[in-house]
Structures are given as structure tokens and as C-alpha cells.
């Protein structure tokens, strides 16, 4: 791995792509376990997860569906702190299992919009996993039930996450170079 350049932004290596394969294969085992005889409706949250939820998907032997809701909340390399709802949700959650998936829980801004959406569908249970975890940047008392990695708070690109819309095909992690 080598240093990358995204527009005016430098970043170095940070995480391998097998150690990403790594903790994608963990979770989905967790998940099978968990879920066995079970029907799962996991809700990806786009852009930055369609890489992970792609991959998780390979590992998952549960009768399941998969559906995507887009929010944004960043803003370069800062989250802005507001999340504005652009997909909304198209499926009977009623009584389902519902396993939000997400590249990335930093704030918890984002889970906290999403858990408040959810709650008027009524379904029976809601887990959130996602694939990097910064429990120091975290501020909500949600818990977070599958984490990938925890990992510092710095900023990340790479394997769906983005710098202004770049990076996201990068099959590692890459944190950005402040030097």
C-alpha cells in the first residue's frame, strides 16, 4: 500500500483489505449465529456501505432481504452534523428483524436519525452493525451490536467511505496524512 492523493488531500495507508475481509467474515458469522431460523431484512445506509454490505451479503446463510436508504450528514472532512433524509424506506418493516448496516458510526448522529424513522414502522427488533466503530467520537447511548473494528478518531477513506465523493473504489483504508 502506498500514499494516495484525493483532490487537495494526502492519505497514508492505514488498513490492509484482507484485514477488512477479515472483520466482514467475523460479523457475518455473528450475525448467522444469532439469527439462525430467522428472516432478516438488513437496511444499508448509502453511499459509503455498498462495499461492505456487498461482501457481508457473500457470508450471510439466513433467509433475508436487503434494502438501501441514502442520508448524508458529512461535509469534506467533518461531519456537518445534520443528516437530510434522501431515500426514504419502501418496505414493510412491521414485525421484522432489522439490521441497519453502515460503513461507519462516528457521532451517531446518522443511527440516531435512522432509529427514530424506524421506530414508526414498527418492526420487532432493530440491530445496527457496521464495519469501523470510533467509540471515542461517539455521542449517542444507542449500542452499536456488530462492529467491525474500532478504530481512532481520524479521518478515512477508502472501501465506500469518501473525501468529497472520491476514494470510495480504494479496496483498503487509508487515513488522512496531517503531516
Same mark, same amino acid.
Given at each position: ?29 455473528? !450475525? +448467522?449465529?444469532?439469527?439462525? =431460523?430467522?428472516? @432478516? &431484512?438488513? $437496511? ?44 426514504? !424506506? +419502501?418496505?414493510?418493516?412491521? =414485525?421484522?428483524? @432489522? &439490521?441497519? $448496516? ?57 472501501y465506500g467511505l469518501d473525501y468529497n465523493g472520491f476514494g470510495r473504489n480504494l479496496r483498503s ?7
Amino acid at each position: 500500500m502506498k500514499h494516495v492523493q484525493l483532490q487537495d488531500k494526502k492519505f497514508a495507508p492505514y488498513i490492509a483489505e484482507e484485514q477488512i475481509q477479515k472483520a466482514v467474515k467475523d460479523m457475518a458469522q455473528k !450475525i +448467522n449465529l444469532d439469527y439462525r =431460523g430467522k428472516e @432478516v &431484512i438488513f $437496511l444499508g445506509i448509502l453511499n459509503g456501505v455498498f462495499m461492505f454490505a456487498a461482501d457481508l451479503m457473500k457470508y450471510i446463510d439466513l433467509d433475508c432481504q436487503i434494502s438501501f436508504l441514502k442520508l448524508a450528514s458529512y461535509d469534506g472532512t467533518s461531519s456537518s452534523g445534520t443528516v437530510k433524509r434522501l431515500i426514504g !424506506i +419502501n418496505e414493510n418493516l412491521k =414485525g421484522h428483524i @432489522v &439490521i441497519i $448496516l453502515e460503513d461507519i458510526v462516528d457521532s451517531g448522529f446518522t443511527i440516531d436519525h435512522i432509529m427514530k424513522q424506524l421506530s414508526g414502522y414498527e418492526p420487532d427488533e432493530i440491530k445496527i452493525a457496521t464495519l469501523f466503530f470510533k467509540p471515542k467520537a461517539y455521542k449517542m447511548d444507542i449500542p452499536v451490536d456488530y462492529v467491525g473494528m474500532e478504530i481512532p478518531n481520524a479521518f478515512i477513506v477508502g472501501y465506500g467511505l469518501d473525501y468529497n465523493g472520491f476514494g470510495r473504489n480504494l479496496r483498503s483504508l487509508y487515513k488522512l496524512d496531517e503531516n
